[in-house]
Structure formats: structure tokens, C-alpha cells
């Protein structure tokens, strides 16, 4: 009785329809399509306490990104590009190129538990899957033991994460490697870009592939502008119908 008790019915969000506290999440695309820059968007809005993909600002909140990709230089630049000075980011904790053991070990699994417990991380970002496992990416195994060592603790302590992946060769391909990649998340989104017409704006479509749950849309349209400032906001409804067609497709 008290687990139904405590179970609230709704969805208690990060980020509207993107990104749920205590969810596990693969947020997969082609490589340069963006989704590295989409994410340290959202973590550094949501570290800041400031507005995420054009919605109501929330109070901020502890993010911890594991950067296996970027660079400092990369990543500072980008968040100069979003408005954002060092004062604005107490609360996004950036490991850029970590030591750590693989993440679907033992070892790696308490290193990256330890230090989210540490930071207090309500969301936990891992860049890229691929980096960060020492198992064979067609394995299935390798993505199980990704889970038991390191995602399920993380839920377990209800923080949120979101691994980026690649997309393998082909339109309709998922995410490269074993199909096994999607059996222990809670939500796969994939993520797909166009370009947007005006001031180099980009079209950036989320598609949700699988869900556990009924909460999350079917497609999340967003734009990607750069003039103020590099950000994503949800698609604007006076955008012509015909736009958001070919957004959807």
C-alpha cells in the first residue's frame, strides 16, 4: 500500500516531455548532427535555473556531464556561445576526458555512482556510450552489464541519465551496435536535423523510438537558433503548417 501511496501520477519532469527525474534515457543520432550540443544546452539551463528549450524556467539543479567527446576549449566556447559566464555554472559539474574504469564494470560502475552521490546530481549525462564501455559494442552483454553496474545504481538513487549515442549506416538504422542497447532504458529518443532557413537556424527533430511508459510525445520539434544566443527552443505554433510537416517527416 505505501508504494501505491507514494507513486504520484504525474510525471515529476526535468524537462517537460524530454527528460523525467529517476528515467534513463538514449538520446541517439548520426555523429555532427548535434545532440552533444543539445544536451549541454539543456544541462547547463537546468544548472542554471534558467529557461530549457524556450519553457518556464525551474529551480536549478546538480548535473553532472561525463565528456568522453568534447574538449575544455570545445566545451567553454560553446557555452560562451549560450550566454553563459563561470558564475552561471555552479551547479554543472563537467568531467572532460575522466580517468575512470569502464562503466560496465564493477569498478567503473562505483566510481561514476560515487560521484554523482558526491555532486548530488539530479541528472547524470554520459558522452558517448561507445567511450565509455570496455566490452564489444555488438554484445549484448556489454549493454546488460552497462546496467547492472552503473545505470540501475544511478536510477536506483533516482537520478535521471542520459547517454548519447551513435546512429548506425542507414536511414532507418537505431542506435550502432547490439539491439540489447534499448532493452534497459526507459526512453530512446532519436534525434534528426534539418536545416531552418533563417539566420542559419537548424530544424531539430526528436523522435521517440520506445517508451516504458505512456508520458513522453511521439516527437519533440525543436529549433536550434544562434543569434542572440546558441539555444533550442520548442518549435514556435506560428510556424507555417508546412514547416512542421517537414519537421515531422
Known amino acids: 500500500h505505501r508504494a501505491f ?11 517537460p516531455d524530454f527528460i523525467a ?18 544536451m549541454l544546452d539543456v544541462a547547463a539551463a537546468i ?10 524556467p525551474q529551480p536549478p539543479v546538480r548535473v553532472l556531464y561525463v565528456d568522453h567527446e568534447n574538449t575544455d576549449f570545445d ?13 552561471d555554472l555552479a551547479n554543472l559539474r563537467y568531467l572532460s576526458f575522466p580517468s575512470m ?17 558526491h555532486h548530488d546530481a539530479a541528472l547524470v549525462v554520459i558522452d558517448t556510450v561507445a567511450r565509455v564501455v570496455a566490452g564489444e559494442e555488438n554484445s549484448a552483454d556489454t549493454y546488460r552489464a ?15 541519465v542520459v547517454r548519447l549515442d551513435h546512429r548506425g549506416h542507414g536511414v532507418k538504422t537505431t542506435a550502432r551496435g547490439s539491439s540489447a542497447k534499448a532493452d534497459d532504458v526507459d526512453a530512446v529518443w532519436m534525434l534528426d536535423t534539418s536545416p531552418g532557413g533563417e539566420d542559419g537556424d537548424v530544424f531539430v527533430n526528436l523522435g521517440l523510438e520506445r517508451q516504458r511508459s505512456n508520458a513522453h510525445p511521439d516527437r519533440i520539434l525543436l529549433l536550434r537558433q544562434y543569434d542572440p544566443h546558441l539555444r533550442h527552443i520548442v518549435r ?5 503548417d508546412a514547416e512542421r510537416r517537414r519537421i515531422g517527416e
Open 101 to 117: 574504469p569502464p562503466l560496465d564494470g564493477a569498478a567503473g560502475g562505483i566510481d561514476l555512482v560515487a560521484v554523482a552521490e
Open 236 to 240: 514556435p505554433k506560428s510556424m507555417p
Open 21 to 38: 527525474r529517476g528515467q534513463s534515457y538514449a538520446l541517439v543520432s548520426t555523429a555532427k548532427a548535434g545532440k552533444s550540443l543539445l
Open 47 to 56: 544548472a542554471a535555473g534558467r529557461s530549457v528549450l524556450g519553457q518556464k
Open 75 to 87: 566545451v567553454i566556447e560553446r557555452l560562451r556561445d549560450m550566454g553563459y559566464s563561470p558564475s
Open 5 to 15: 501511496d507514494g507513486a504520484g501520477e504525474e510525471v515529476n519532469w526535468l524537462v
Open 146 to 160: 552497462l546496467y547492472r553496474h552503473t545505470l540501475a545504481p544511478l536510477k536506483g538513487a533516482g537520478r535521471a
